[in-house]
């Protein structure tokens, strides 16, 4: 006489039950909302290492995120020593708050270091990088450029946190 046992049957049933994980991953997380902070630009001559940092209050604004994409604009709001600029965002944000974004200003060049800051670029960070943690956001590049034939090094950073 043959035995039946449930287990198999069970084990059919319920095949995600003793595994426990998600077979998607975790999530993304949620990105959208705007960012109230500071932009940081500071050039350093490559020659001899003397540097000048400028604050200026600005934006970044995500209005959609599906899954781990995000896209929206973001501003520099003038200010003394600030000229203002606006333009878009996109980017991905990784479960573990990671983020890469592109930003896009308008102008002729088809670098947007140069559109901002009328400079040749010789080198630069593809995307900004950096971190959303919590409600701050905080992301970072950094470019070598030659303006008027002096070379240096610009530092652009970004720090702003989500209202709510």
């Known amino acids: 006489m043959r035995r039946r046992t449930l ?3 069970l084990a059919l049933l319920f095949p995600l039950a003793a595994c426990g994980d998600d077979p998607a991953g975790p ?9 109230a902070g500071t932009w940081t630009f500071t050039l350093t001559d490559i020659a001899s290492g003397q540097s000048a940092t400028g604050i200026c209050p600005g ?3 995500i209005a959609s995120q599906s899954g781990s994409s995000f896209s929206g604009s973001f501003l520099i709001q003038p200010a003394p020593g600030c000229e203002g600029e606006s333009g878009s965002v996109s980017g991905t944000v990784r479960p573990d708050g990671g983020v890469t974004v592109s930003f896009d200003v308008p102008g002729g060049s088809s670098n947007d270091w140069e559109d901002l800051f009328g400079c ?3 080198s630069a ?4 990088t950096g971190l959303l943690a919590g409600t701050t956001l905080t992301v970072s590049a950094s470019a070598n450029l030659n303006c008027q034939g ?3 090094r610009l530092l652009a950073r970004f720090t702003g946190t989500r209202a709510g």
Do not use: E
Not at 27 to 35: D, E, M, V
Not at 125 to 128: H, L, P
């Open 7 to 9: 287990l198999p049957t």
């Open 59 to 61: 934006s970044v604004t």
């Open 27 to 35: 999530s993304a997380p949620s990105i959208r909302g705007t960012y």
């Open 125 to 128: 960070d593809q995307f900004f």
């Open 120 to 122: 040749v670029v010789t």
């Open 150 to 152: 002096f070379p240096v």
